[in-house]
Structure formats: structure tokens, C-alpha cells
């Protein structure tokens, strides 16, 4: 990745072990129903974090609740990204402060240049960090060296945005988003759902590439592969809204080999956080 | 940021080209009858033919009822109360842009429709019309050089009154409909257009529409013939002052295309909408009509209808030659309480004959957006073909979208497709674009710019970043 760019003026530099991400007793509904029940969650620059569990245990409203999509209504808790109220800001807002999250089904826009999309997008997140933005020519440069992270085809820029790409290529293409955007929280749902075995390798080397000692990931997975290439330091196990169990890798390994009844029957408290 | 919220923010719409031009203005009485067509007619110094042509069409419109089939709703229009020409006052002959009231300059200036030698647009001749005159033309020698004639009706009536006469009222006859017959009585300008065998227009025609006048009707008429194997792109725009009172625009325009000749007529269309209350704003009724007369003969329609209270047109292709190829691609987006009713008419004559129907509908606020489209399909019209794609776009929840294809045809050989859709904008696409950065005023523009781009890329090149502009200053307010 290009980055001569000069210090960002408007973000103030992460230290590792800085608490980025730190979710309070989180509760949540969609359309009357309560999804999420009270969910705590710590997360400092430097950290992988792996969340996992069945479909349906929350994961995925808990990455929409944090990129702060309309359909969710908060209902208790609290969530601070650095030292601001998250759930004070807006859904761009929040992306132009570095959170970023990785769609597990990434929409399809019709006639709307992936580049174009791709370039307004990414001037957004540098405007906040006090960048100069980048017009047509620099950011085509810019975005061609990104691509190599992802080994996606520079042909993609042309298309409409995720328009007719296949699975595998639109999660290429969110990485891509989340290597030009260079957010501090990045959470990605199931990002590897869906991907043959070398484009879940692919995938899976730009995530860590991306993952830097000033930075935080969040991985939602259902699969030890996933984590077998990138290390988690920390595995959370989430069920009926809540996190019912914090470990390390080995407790992916566990329930990959046990499945999530043996976590049920482990009783629901939460465990201390690190 | 809902796409509710999103959609409220539309609710504020700045129009840019509002201001009124302070300028002397040669206005005669208002009301119509006999006389006036007459006085007009005078004014313009114009041959018996075109008198007379005038008087039949005002004899006809008497006998005629204002149609009422559309999915229009406005208050009736008193015909007595509208003022049918005003004219600004400058010297008769304008040899050179010098002679040209530097007020009107500055107005076509402000429109970014520059008209003087250094500061013209690249490769497009412009004919400026305000109210109810031509006051410039651009490059109109250098379109001579190649035998192209680009001129105001009015010196098209003086200089080529033979061509005048043959095609005037060819294709859109003066009893055709209700404001065609009250456009061929009183026309006051627009554009002419004629391109001889064999050449290809050097350049883009375009001709900028002005309304300045708060009771005065505009009426233009363009005619634009093309001779065998040669080709032209035209480009007409159209603004207006915001005033509380709407105005009437009744325009026809006519297009001929001989064999193998080929016209891409392009229109963005900008009229002053009214508020947010629908006060104001202008009533457009218009026809046009293209005629492929020739065999291969090509007429394509390119519309962006982003302006005016009420839109009243549909621009059409009688397919007679042989193999002549119609294409209609059309914009139209509504606001606030603007209502729509366009679409357009193939009527599929010459064997062979193809037509291409590509309609964006796009509403918001209280706006109602309708595509009216006939399909027709002669008996001679053998292995004919059309195929149509009508999509509605519905932001928020208090806009409306109809769909009323027509299609009729004689002939067992042809193939008629049809293919409509209807979606609202769809909150999770403006979440995926937010959530990436973008403001959702941006994000609704990028989508429905998404939504319009097989459209805009019929558009000549130095339009469509316009229109791209232009649909987003529609979609332009507070996000709150």
C-alpha cells in the first residue's frame, strides 16, 4: 500500500493496546424483536478478535448496530469507539471516523461505476483525516497498487458497483473497500462464507496485512479456516444475543470439534473480559 | 440516516436559474383571436403561405377540446389570459453579436450558455431563444462552410422559405392534437436545422430555450431535416424565472430523415418547476416527431425532464422507410408536486423497421411520474421489431408511478417486447453507500444516477456530465 501521506491532522495516532472499540451492555431490536441482550465487548489497537456462533445468535446484528444501520433500534447499552458516543454519529459519520464493516452480502448497484464509488468513498474517510483528496488520475494510480493486496483484476473498476460480480469477488471487492478507507475497527461478517480455497486464502492474507498494531479487526466466521490463517487473540462464542463465552484460538478449535451445544450447556454467564 | 430522512431532504430544491432578466420587452396585448395570429404574423414579416398556414390552425384549434386522457390534474388554462408574443426590444438586424443587448448576453452568460466568440462552448453551435425570439446563433458560418444551415425559424421562413414549406407541418400536421394546433397558429421562434446529402454535421446543434416573461406563452417550433446519408446531433435546454403564476410552453418540433439518414435529438429540460407547494412553474405541452422517411433512416430521442410543473409529451418515430431504426431513452424525474405524464409513440410503417424504448421514471415528494407509450405495428410493417423497458424509481412514500403501454399491432410477423419494473430506493444500497462515507443526499444522487445510466450514455459527451449535474441539484437539500 501507498502511504507517503503526511499525518493525518484530524485523527489523533493510536497507540497499541488503545481501547478502540468498547461495548457496554448492548441492547438491541429489529422489526419489535430484541436481538441482542446485553452484549460487552472490548477491543484495543493491535487485537484480532473472532466472534462466532449459530445463525441467528446475533453476530451479524451486532455489526449492523455497530455500522449503525436504520432497520436497528438501541435500546440500552452503550458503545464508544475511542472517545466518542458511536452511537451519536451517523452510519458515514462512523465510517469517516475508521469504522468499517464488511458486508456479508454486499449489495449491488447498478450503473454506478465500482471506481467512481470506490473514489468518492475513500476521499470521504481521507477528508476526515485532514488528506488532501484525490481526483480521477491519482486515485486510479491509488487504487490499482491497493488491488494487489486482494489479486483482484483492475478490470472490476469498470463494472457497476458488485453488479454481477460472483461471491468470492465481492468480498475481494470489500476488502479492497477496507484497504483504501484504512480504518482503525474493522469488522467483517463472514467474510469468508462462500469462498473457494484459494479465494479464502486470498481473502485471508489481505485481512492480515491489513490488520496493523494501530489497528483492530473483528472477524464473524462460522469457520476454523478462516482462523487457521489469520490468528485470533481473543474467540467469543455468542448465543441468544449475548456473548456466552471469551477464549483464546483454542476455543475455536474446541468448537470446531464439539460443536455450540457443548457451549450451551456451559451456562450462560459472560466471562471477564481481558 | 433512514432513507426516509434521506428522502425529506429532497423536499428543498434550489433552482439556480430563477432570476428574471430586466430588459424592454416588445409585448403585445394579451388574449387570442384571428387578429393576434394575424399581428403576429406581420411582426415576422412572413410570406402568404405561413398566413395562411397560421389561420387554418387557429380555425382548427377553435374546434378542438384540450385533451383530458393524461394523468395530469391542473386548474384549466384561461387561453385568453396569456400573452403570445413578447419580444425583447433590440435593433432589428443583428449582423454580429456585437449588436446583441449585452443584458441578453449576460443572462445566456449566467445559464452557462456563453454566446461571445472567445468564451464559446468547444464544439457546439448554439442558437439562443428568449421569450419569443432568436437573438443569437453561433458558428453559423462555419457550419455554412460545410453546407449546414443552423438558423432562427424566422430567417429559415426569410432565407429557405421553399424547404419551409415543404416539411413545415409535414410530420406533426397543424390539426394533430390540441397544442399542436395552438403552437402552428401563433409559433413564435426556434430552431431550424437542414443538412445536406452526404454530410455529416461537423459539430453539436443546440439551442438554448429562455423563458423571461411571467405571462407570456412560449411556442417555439424546430424543424430538422436531413438529407440522404448525412447525419446531425441537436441539443436543445430549457430554463425559466420562478414566478408564482405558471406559464404555458406548447413547442412542436419536427424531424426529417431521408434514406440513411440519421438525427440524435437530445433534451435536457429544465424548466422552473414550481415550489414545494406546487405553486408556479411551467405547463409544458409539447409535440415532437420524428419521420424516417428514408430507408435505414435513424431518428433517436434522448429526454432528461427534470423541470416543469406539468409535462405534457411524447416524442415519437414514424418508422415509414424500410429498415429505419427509432429509439426513445428518456429521464424524467419529478419532485415536490410535479406531475409527468410522457413516454413515446413508435409507429412501425416500413417493413423491417426496429424501435428501442428505454423509459427511467423517477418520483419523489407528492410527484406523479407516468410513461404513456403506443407501440403501433402496420400491416406492411413485416418482421418488425420493438422492444420497451419502462422502470419507476419511488423515493419515499408519498410519490407515484404509473405505467400505461400501449401496443397495437396488424402484422403476425413482429416482435413487440415490453418489460416494466417498479422499486423504491432501497434502504439497504443508501446503507452500503453510507456506510462507506458518503452523505445520503450523495448517496440518493448516486442512485439515481445509477438507475438513469443506459439514458445518459445515449447523451452526446459534453451532456452527460450535465445531466449527471443536473439530476443531482434535483436531488439537492438539507439532510437533517
Known sequence: MTSTETTPVCETPVQTGDVLLSIENLHARVEGKEILRGVSLRIRAGEIHALMGRNGSGKSTLSKVIAGHPAYTVTAGAIHYRDQDLLALSPEDRARAGVFLGFQYPVEIPGVSNLEFLRVSCNARRQHRGQEELDTFAFEDHVRDTMAIVQMDPAFLERSVNEGFSGGEKKRNEVLQMALLEPLVAILDETDSGLDIDALRIVANGVKTLALPTTATLLITHYQRLLDAITPDFVHVMAEGRILRTGDKDLAMALEQRGYDWIDGADGADTPQP | ?480
Open chain 2, 1 to 480: 440516516m433512514s432513507s426516509a430522512a434521506a428522502v425529506e431532504a429532497l423536499n428543498k430544491t434550489p433552482y439556480r436559474y430563477g432570476f428574471v432578466t430586466d430588459i424592454e420587452t416588445e409585448k403585445i396585448a394579451k388574449g387570442l383571436d384571428e387578429s393576434v395570429v394575424r399581428l403576429i404574423s406581420s411582426k415576422k414579416q412572413e410570406p402568404d403561405f405561413l398566413l395562411q398556414f397560421r389561420l387554418k390552425a387557429y380555425a382548427q384549434w377553435q374546434a378542438m377540446e384540450e385533451p383530458d386522457w393524461a394523468a395530469l390534474r391542473y386548474p384549466p388554462i384561461d387561453y385568453q389570459e396569456i400573452v403570445y408574443y413578447s419580444a425583447p426590444r433590440q435593433k432589428e438586424q443583428k449582423a454580429s453579436l456585437e449588436d446583441v443587448d449585452p443584458a441578453l448576453l449576460e443572462t445566456f452568460d449566467k445559464l452557462g450558455i456563453p454566446l461571445s466568440e472567445q468564451k464559446r462552448l468547444g464544439n457546439v453551435a448554439v442558437d439562443a431563444v428568449f421569450d419569443s425570439v432568436s437573438i443569437a446563433t453561433t458558428y453559423k458560418q462555419k457550419l455554412a462552410e460545410h453546407g449546414v444551415v443552423f438558423c432562427s425559424m424566422g430567417e429559415a421562413v426569410k432565407d429557405y422559405p421553399e424547404l419551409v414549406e415543404r416539411y413545415l407541418g409535414s410530420v406533426v400536421p397543424i390539426g394533430d392534437n390540441f397544442f399542436a394546433a395552438l403552437n402552428s397558429a401563433v409559433f413564435s421562434d426556434g430552431s431550424f436545422v437542414y443538412v445536406p446529402k452526404g454530410v455529416q454535421c461537423p459539430m453539436e446543434l443546440s439551442t438554448y430555450f429562455r423563458i423571461n416573461s411571467d405571462d407570456a406563452g412560449q411556442f417555439e417550433r424546430t424543424l430538422i431535416v436531413v438529407e440522404e446519408g448525412a447525419s446531425v446531433s441537436y441539443l436543445e435546454g430549457c430554463t425559466a424565472p420562478m414566478f408564482d403564476t405558471n406559464q404555458l410552453h406548447a413547442a412542436v418540433v419536427e424531424l426529417v430523415a431521408l434514406d440513411d439518414a440519421s438525427i440524435k435529438y437530445s433534451t435536457v429540460q429544465n424548466w422552473y418547476a414550481g415550489d414545494e407547494n406546487g405553486k408556479g412553474g411551467i405547463y409544458n405541452f409539447v409535440t415532437k416527431r420524428g419521420l424516417c422517411k428514408g430507408k435505414r433512416s435513424r431518428i433517436s430521442w434522448t429526454q432528461v425532464e427534470t423541470g416543469s410543473a406539468i409535462t405534457w409529451k411524447y416524442p415519437g418515430c414514424v418508422l415509414r422507410g424500410q429498415d429505419s431504426v427509432g429509439e426513445f431513452y428518456s429521464v424524467a424525474l419529478t419532485n415536490h408536486h410535479q406531475q409527468a405524464d410522457t413516454g413515446t409513440k413508435m409507429v412501425h410503417v416500413g417493413p423491417g423497421s426496429r424501435s428501442t424504448i428505454i423509459s427511467k421514471g423517477i418520483s419523489s415528494g407528492h410527484a406523479v411520474n407516468s410513461y404513456r407509450g403506443l407501440v403501433n405495428i402496420g400491416p406492411q410493417a413485416r418482421g418488425a421489431r420493438n422492444f420497451s423497458q419502462c422502470d419507476s424509481m419511488l423515493i419515499g412514500d408519498q410519490a407515484a408511478a404509473n405505467t400505461h403501454p400501449y401496443i397495437q399491432s396488424r402484422q403476425p410477423e413482429a416482435t413487440v417486447e415490453h418489460e416494466a419494473s417498479t422499486c423504491h430506493i432501497s434502504e439497504d444500497q443508501l446503507f452500503y453507500l453510507q456506510s462507506r462515507g458518503i452523505e445520503p443526499e450523495a448517496a440518493v444522487s448516486m442512485l439515481v444516477s445509477g438507475f438513469c445510466r443506459d439514458v445518459f450514455n445515449q447523451l452526446p459527451m459534453e451532456f452527460a456530465a450535465e445531466a449527471d449535474k443536473l439530476l443531482a441539484l434535483k436531488l439537492e437539500g438539507s439532510v437533517g
